[in-house]
T-cell receptor
Framework: AQTVTQSQPEMSVQEAETVTLSCTYDTSESDYYLFWYKQPPSRQMILVIRQEAYKQQNATENRFSVNFQKAAKSFSLKISDSQLGDAAMYFCAYRSANAGGTSYGKLTFGQGTILTVHP | GAGVSQTPSNKVTEKGKYVELRCDPISGHTALYWYRQSLGQGPEFLIYFQGTGAADDSGLPNDRFFAVRPEGSVSTLKIQRTERGDSAVYLC?????????????FGEGSWLTVV
């Protein structure tokens, strides 16, 4: 079974600065997807960024980028020029790409990191 | 609809009662998921539908939990003989199809409190 670990329960950053959220995972599969989701107080999970394991290039979405280290099974999220609206709970998630696997079609989430942005 | 819709938004029920939580996925999405999120934790998978059938129900904690999707659109999560430990946010999500590259879209959840 796959596991996802976020070792930082809480992080804080000053507005306009950069912060990095850590995530590690454990899997025996070679083909999978990794995601970062943001969950504000409204409870809705919002997709921030996704990474395909077969791609070596790190994904980037505007101020959000990842550092994907497949061999180390590490997937960190970097938020540049942090804004007050970035404050939320952030979850790292794993999804199998193996159509024949038992975990196909579902996300496995980490425990989450609460991000506070100070003005 | 524009997004995944879940009702009720909040539900308080007494221990031992029966509860139904409804999910209306994004129009045209064939895949539907239920997750449970306890306070301060990440969501945990419950069940995954592809069309009308449950493709994976390995996350349902026990036989008090059951979910249906009779017409391949709206789904209902049913909890019998509720216990205080069932208190959580129940999140529904949908995606366009079975393809593993499809993004999964979440609703705002139903917050269940069992007293």
């Amino acid at each position: 079974a796959q596991t996802v670990t976020q070792s930082q329960p809480e992080m804080s950053v000053q507005e306009a600065e950069t912060v990095t959220l850590s995530c590690t995972y454990d899997t025996s599969e070679s083909d999978y997807y990794l995601f970062w989701y943001k969950q504000p107080p409204s409870r809705q999970m919002i997709l921030v960024i996704r990474q395909e394991a077969y791609k070596q290039q790190n994904a980037t979405e505007n101020r959000f980028s990842v550092n994907f280290q497949k061999a180390a099974k590490s997937f960190s999220l970097k938020i540049s020029d942090s804004q007050l609206g970035d404050a939320a709970m952030y979850f790292c998630a794993y999804r199998s790409a193996n159509a024949g696997g038992t975990s196909y079609g579902k996300l496995t989430f980490g425990q989450g990191t609460i991000l506070t942005v100070h003005p | 609809g524009a997004g995944v819709s879940q009702t009720p938004s909040n539900k308080v029920t007494e221990k031992g009662k029966y509860v139904e939580l409804r999910c209306d996925p994004i129009s045209g999405h064939t895949a539907l998921y239920w997750y449970r999120q306890s306070l301060g934790q990440g969501p945990e998978f419950l069940i995954y539908f592809q069309g009308t059938g449950a493709a994976d129900d390995s996350g349902l904690p026990n036989d008090r939990f059951f979910a249906v999707r009779p017409e391949g659109s709206v789904s209902t999560l049913k909890i019998q003989r509720t216990e205080r430990g069932d208190s959580a946010v129940y999140l529904c999500a949908s995606s366009p199809g079975q393809g593993h590259g499809n993004t999964i879209y979440f609703g705002e959840g139903s917050w269940l409190t069992v007293v």
